[in-house]
């Protein structure tokens, strides 16, 4: 008989909790109407390093595939340019060395898209025209919004120099024109 209304008590507990733990789960899938997507959109404003004309404007924005990368970039003199992402998101010095070396969170080799062998921050170059303004475009899948590869406040600089591709861990790409914050679009 013990044995019966402790099966009974518990069964109801189990029923009661049943009931308290639905609405709750409800409601928690109603506060979150894109459920991990997170963001979307990040952009980064670049303003010029000392004694530097270089600015310009970067989005990042989710698709299919990875993030697709969106430049437009100007004052720059005809021809590439390395264009990083970089590990701090501090343009405070007045050469751009606050935002630190190439992003980088997989401890990988400097190198170039498409490679996937490469530091996460490794975009390539730019490719300025006659008139000093360059266009970038760019669906690249290793960089993300979400975990070790978000590049959520990390910085991007524009180099004086084209990125070699070879180089360690810089690219050869020299000085620091332009540095800006990424940070998500709202
Ligand atoms: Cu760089
Ligand atoms: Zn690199």
Redesign the pocket.
Same mark, same amino acid.
């Given at each position: 008989m013990k044995a019966i209304i402790t099966l009974l008590i518990f069964s109801m507990l189990l029923i009661s909790f049943k009931t308290v733990a639905q609405p709750n789960n409800k409601k928690s899938s109603m506060a979150t109407p894109a459920p991990s997507n997170g963001t979307q959109k990040a952009t980064c404003i670049l303003n010029p390093t000392k004694g530097n004309n270089v600015s310009g404007t970067i989005t990042f924005t989710k698709v299919k595939e990875g993030i697709k990368v969106v430049a437009d970039i100007q004052g720059l003199t005809p021809g590439k340019h390395?264009f !990083?992402i !970089?590990d701090k998101g501090d343009c405070s010095a007045p050469d751009g060395s606050s935002a630190g070396g !190439?992003f980088n969170p997989a401890g990988m080799e400097h190198n170039g898209p498409p490679d996937m062998m490469r530091h996460a921050g490794d975009l390539g170059n730019l490719e300025a025209k006659a008139d000093g303004k360059a266009h970038y475009e760019y669906v690249d899948l290793l960089i993300s919004f979400e975990g070790t590869n978000s590049i959520i406040g990390k910085s991007i600089?524009v !180099?004086e120099k084209a990125d070699d591709f070879v180089t360690q861990p810089?690219g050869n790409?020299g000085g620091r024109l332009a540095c800006g914050v990424i940070d998500i679009s709202k």
């Open positions: 390395g !990083h !970089h !190439h600089i !180099h810089t790409s």
